[in-house]
Every structure is written in C-alpha cells, then in structure tokens.
C-alpha cells in the first residue's frame, strides 16, 4: 500500500485544516495509508524516507536545519512532494533549499482576489488530460519567481490592471519537476478550501499528487 504523510499548520488564512481533510479524503479513497502531523518536526522523523508522498499545507512559519534536511534527503531519495498555493510555494521563505526543491517562491498577488484565466499549455500531459484548453478562475493570481527547470502545464497571463509593469507576463500555475530521484508536483491555486470546489481545480492537483507519489 502506498503511503502519505500530510503536514499542515501555519498562516490560518489558507484553510490549512480543511485542505488537510479534503486531501486525507482523497488519499484514502485512492488507496493510500495516510497520517498527518500539525508540527514541522514531523519532517526530521528518518522514516518519512519510506513514504510514497508528503503534501506540505504550511504557509510562511519556519523550519528547523535538520527538518529541512530531512525533508530534502527524503525527496532526493524518491519520496513525491505535492502540494498547493502558499501551503507549499511560500512555505519557510528563509529555507532556500526547500525552496530549490519546490521549484518557486510566491512573491505577489495582484489585486488579491480577482478573476483571471487558466491556461493549460501540455494538454496531453495524463494530468491535464480531458481538461478545457482554458479556464476562468477566481482567487489570488501568484506571481511566482520560477525555476526555468520545472516542465509546465498550466499559465495565466497578468493584464498591468493591478501592476501595470507585469502587463503580458505570463507565469507558471502548475507545474512538475524532479529533485533528485523525487517527483515534484505544484499548483498555486487554491488560495481556500472551497476553491477545491472547481472540479478543474480538484482534478489538477489529485492527479498531480498520483503522478509525485512514488512507484511502489
């Protein structure tokens, strides 16, 4: 059986507890063993280089040199990582390896809460597979400082109504990636729980932790 180890905490403005349920949820049904923990110590345990996944949800907050460590090693090693908006993409902002690891850092958001477009740009991607060629989205538009590295799947293109100097900048909103011999997948939508409503939404990022998890 695979296994998943969800921790979450953090800024309270990202529903960290509800999207810790609504992924517990789908794991289970997807046929994982999962267990979660609400402290960033849980990422020190060796054992976690035994799971198939870890879905960090822990927005800003810090993280101790040896939990990163661990974290990192673990993933090197084969272990996925996946997770969602600034519960992984602006998590531990003084951890550049974690960083490194995940593949970008959120840096802004626009205007908060606006309506922008989703564009899938590898719609033969398995996980973008069946999904429109674009989508009309409503939360936090991220702007992201990227790693060139990551393969992309999804963009959205900023209008300058809120920023005129990114006008046309098109930036990254799902992506995957390796580190090491891990799997790293990451999507910034999601800014709450109810956003996992959007069932184009729902079905990017439940593929996308099935495809970080590792081969068991």
Not at 20 to 39: C, F, K, M, P, Q
Not at 60 to 67: Q, T, V, Y
Not at 136 to 165: C, I, R
Request: hydrophobic share 40%; net charge negative; charged share 20%.
């Amino acid at each position: 059986m695979r296994s998943a180890l969800i921790v979450y905490g953090g800024w309270e403005g990202h529903d960290p507890e509800e999207c810790a349920t609504i992924y517990r949820r789908w794991l289970h049904e997807d046929g994982y063993s999962v267990r979660t923990a609400t402290e960033t110590s849980a990422f020190a345990d060796p054992s976690i280089a035994d799971l198939s996944l870890i879905v960090p949800i822990f927005t800003m907050s810090k993280i101790a040199k040896e939990e990163v460590e661990n974290l990192t090693k673990a993933v090197q090693s084969g272990v996925g990582l996946a997770g969602h908006h600034g519960g992984m993409s602006d998590a531990f902002r003084d951890a550049v390896d974690y960083q490194f690891m995940v593949g970008g850092q959120w840096v802004a958001h626009p205007g908060n809460i606006i309506d922008y477009t989703v564009d899938i740009t590898k719609p033969d991607d398995p996980i973008m597979a069946g999904l429109p060629a674009n989508f009309p989205y409503k939360s936090e538009q991220y702007y992201m400082h990227v790693d060139p590295s990551n393969e992309v799947l999804a963009t959205t293109t900023f209008t300058g109504e809120h920023a005129s100097w990114i006008d046309g900048v098109v930036m990254p909103v799902v992506w995957k990636r390796r580190h090491g011999q891990g799997k790293v997948f990451h999507m910034t939508l999601g800014h709450q729980a109810k956003e996992f409503e959007n069932s184009n939404m729902a079905t990017i990022m439940r593929r996308g932790m099935d495809w970080a998890a590792r081969d068991e």
